[in-house]
């Protein structure tokens, strides 16, 4: 048996249902490769739909026309980004674009940039890019795991840059499916009956391949033939409240407590969408002093991310102004998650505040 298979940063030589979007970058990348321009490329979709997979079978196809980047491993810092390009130390973004330039003018290669979401100052690196575009026509394939993210682009660079979109939808049960059942077969592992990839499937698909991996993986290396409903519910719970702890520890401390104060209003409210009023309420409530002007911004910042859903569109509350008169729900959460945030909220909020209506 080989586990690496069953490892998250494994990468298939053939990958399931993602044909069309493979397609689609390939031939972004063999325009590259033939006339040295190409369309710049929004890859965009949610977590765990193959995004970061996909583009590295290609970099392995095409080691020569593409170079990956990622925010994480960046530490999102844009400085490192530069550097990470030029393969050389400056210390302020001028002098590291300076050679960002010349490297990129000598060595003509498409620049991946994985996880651009988590750069801090997303908009001075918009603009580095669309420099980069106009000095020297290097394209980029940025990817990001929020929603809407292209509205943090400046005006300018969007004209410039036009990205053209590349959508990874979530995965079905079935195709989630078929992607474990690759994963089992190159590891060589079996289960007692097929049954079992479907039960994983089912119970995941709404979480993303990531989680589904998982969940194998442990059933796998705990030698769990034959797993029971409940069993597979715990494994997949410690998970989901795994990825869940670090969204919520990558967000600032306002967002945090926003997150908390939107899952307790859910609960509270049986799951029915909360008025974007009642958030900013309770937030001045419970931590004070913010203007509600920020307040909002962060929320359209959490919409943005993905992790609030707008719900209607009807303007009431006039005081709020355009934009923010909404109500919002947690469509990207699981029940479970929204009930794990609410559980920690009590931790982490005095209770009399919370109390305090
Ligand atoms: N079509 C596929 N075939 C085989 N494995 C896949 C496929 N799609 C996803 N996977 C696997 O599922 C896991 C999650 O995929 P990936 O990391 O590419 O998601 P992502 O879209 O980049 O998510 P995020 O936005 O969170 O970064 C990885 O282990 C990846 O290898
Ligand atoms: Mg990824």
Redesign the pocket.
């Known amino acids: 048996m080989d586990i690496i298979p069953l490892t998250?940063?494994?990468?298939?030589k053939t990958?399931?249902?993602?044909g069309e979007q493979i397609k689609d970058i390939e031939n972004e990348i063999l325009t590259f490769k033939r006339i040295g321009v190409c369309s710049n490329l929004l890859i965009d979709?949610?977590?765990?739909?193959?995004?970061?997979?996909?583009i590295k079978y290609l970099i392995k196809k095409y080691p020569e026309q593409i170079q990956y980047h990622n925010a994480v491993e960046l530490d999102s810092s844009i400085l490192n980004l530069l550097n990470e390009i030029s393969d050389k130390s400056g210390t302020t973004i001028y002098s590291a674009l300076t050679k960002v330039f010349d490297t990129l003018s000598q060595k003509r290669i498409i620049l991946v940039i994985?996880?651009i979401h988590k750069f801090r100052n997303i908009e001075k690196l918009w603009n580095l890019l669309n420099g980069i575009y106009r000095r020297t026509s290097i394209p980029s394939f940025v990817?990001p795991?929020r929603k809407q993210f292209v509205n943090t682009m400046p005006e300018d660079a969007k004209l410039t840059l036009l990205y053209q979109h590349v959508l990874?939808p979530a995965?079905t049960a079935d195709e989630i499916r078929d992607?474990l059942k690759?994963?089992l077969e190159l590891s060589g592992a079996s289960f007692e009956d097929d049954g079992i990839l479907s039960a994983i499937a089912y119970r995941t698909y709404h979480l993303?391949?990531?989680t589904?991996?998982n969940v194998l993986r442990t059933l796998v290396c705990d030698e769990i033939k034959k797993p029971t409903p409940a069993m597979l519910d715990g494994i997949i719970h410690r998970f989901d409240a795994e990825s869940l702890k670090t969204t919520i520890c990558r967000m600032d401390k306002i967002e945090q407590n926003l997150m908390f104060i939107m899952a307790d209003l859910m609960v509270t409210q049986h799951g029915r969408p909360v008025h974007t009023g009642l958030v900013t309420e309770r937030y001045v409530e419970g931590f004070g002093t913010l203007a509600r002007e920020t307040i909002s911004r962060k929320i359209t910042n959490l919409v943005e991310y993905g992790y609030l859903t707008p719900v209607g569109g009807q303007r009431t509350a006039k005081r709020d102004g355009p934009g923010i008169t909404r109500r919002l729900s947690m469509d990207i959460l699981t029940a479970y998650q929204i009930q794990k945030i609410h559980d920690e909220l009590l931790t982490a909020i005095p209770q009399k505040k919370l109390e305090a209506e």
């Open positions: 998250e940063e494994y990468t298939p990958l399931v249902h993602r979709g949610t977590s765990g739909s193959g995004k970061t997979v996909t994985d996880e990817i795991t990874f995965y992607i690759q994963r993303g391949a990531r589904a991996i």
